[in-house]
């Protein structure tokens, strides 16, 4: 094992010009990856994935999960979601021992700012988070359908779309936006003078 030096090591890294092996417990220490579906691929710390987030965090972010402050860039131990790329947390308090993957399961694993599920879910098998496919361990998936919804109304003052607060198109003027920072409020592109351009916007309270 490339990790800790022992016999033993059954897991080699999938790079096909790449010879290190390492004993499984031994991955997260190494800063090794196991991708736990398809194919069930590994990874040694040279040749690992890197995530699709295009920036780092700001200087201050805390972790969503523990509250405690995550590295100034994404690495190995500091995640961030790939649809808001505002939330970020530890690879150990999503992973590890009751962590919310395993703790939620395929059915409510989501980003925990934006509730995007789709993007989150695959970008994390992507980087080796276990998903177990069942519902959450906590309770009924239905008992907690509405605290797992994503925001789906225009919050404007005035809210200028025809088809009233609840349409959402995906481009143009009736567009929903939600909160950059809170995911907790939303608006249309026109509700809020917002040009096609604009990528992102921010609710008043935040």
């Known amino acids: 094992c490339y990790v800790c030096g022992s016999r033993g090591a059954s ?7 790449c010879e290190r092996r390492f004993h499984l417990p031994c991955a997260v220490r190494g800063q090794c990856l196991t991708q736990y579906y398809g194919n069930y691929r590994a990874f040694c710390s040279h040749h690992c994935p890197q995530q699709l ?3 780092d965090p700001e200087p201050g972010t805390d972790c969503l999960l523990c509250l405690e402050a995550v590295d100034q860039r ?7 979601c790939p649809a808001c790329q505002h939330a ?3 690879r150990s308090c999503v992973q590890a021992g009751t962590g919310h993957a395993l703790s939620a399961g395929s059915a ?8 995007d599920k789709e993007n989150f879910q695959a970008e994390m098998l992507y980087m080796g988070i276990q998903v177990p496919i ?3 361990t906590w309770d009924t998936l239905e008992a907690f359908e509405g605290l797992m919804a994503r925001h789906g109304r225009c919050d404007a003052t005035n809210c200028l779309c025809p088809a009233g607060r609840e349409q959402a198109d995906q481009e143009g003027p009736w567009q929903l936006l939600l909160c950059s920072s809170c995911a907790a409020e939303g608006t249309h592109r026109s509700c809020s003078s917002l040009s096609n351009n604009t990528e992102s916007w921010e609710c008043p309270g935040c």
Do not use: N
């Open 88 to 90: 970020w947390f530890h």
């Open 53 to 55: 987030v295009d920036r």
């Open 108 to 115: 409510a694993f989501r980003c925990m700012l934006c509730r």
């Open 11 to 17: 897991i080699a890294c999938c790079d096909p010009r």
């Open 74 to 80: 994404k690495s190995f131990r500091t995640m961030g």
């Open 134 to 136: 069942r519902p959450p």
